[in-house]
């Protein structure tokens, strides 16, 4: 692996000491680069997982679909601020819903929502 440039420096234990190039590795990475666009895209996906209560209606609707007063009930919330929310994830593509007569029932989109929620769960329970 050549080197374009190297120097020698200080630095903490989180650092290089030798700053060095690794060209063939950013050839690879670079082949699978995303672009930026797609980087945000994913940015804000990740987003609607930050906050707590998206995240507990993602975990109530991992679990099974689930009506608005249901979702109110166990979130212990109003349900202005739950529809406003699954208003967010519908838009998102995280929820869908369905309606049977005057209810609607909302569960995930898809089962990789599931996936994405369960593996960061485990990597949290893996780590102590």
């Not at 608005?68 to 869908?96: G, W, Y």
Request: net charge neutral; charged share 25%.
């Amino acid at each position: 692996m050549a080197n374009k440039k190297t120097s020698v420096t200080t630095v903490g234990d989180d650092s290089c000491a030798v700053y060095g190039i690794h060209e063939e590795i950013i050839r690879t990475v670079q082949q699978q680069w995303p672009g930026a666009e797609s980087l945000e895209e994913l940015a804000e996906f990740y987003r609607l997982f930050g906050d707590k209560t998206r995240l507990g209606i993602i975990w109530a609707l991992s679990v099974h679909e689930m009506c608005v007063c249901d979702l109110c009930e166990l979130l212990k919330m109003q349900q202005s601020a739950v529809s406003h929310q699954l208003r967010t994830l519908k838009l998102a593509r995280i929820v869908r819903s369905r309606r049977e007569g005057k209810m609607v029932f909302y569960s995930l989109d898809d089962d990789h929502i599931r996936d994405v929620l369960g593996v960061g769960y485990k990597h949290l329970q893996e780590r102590g």
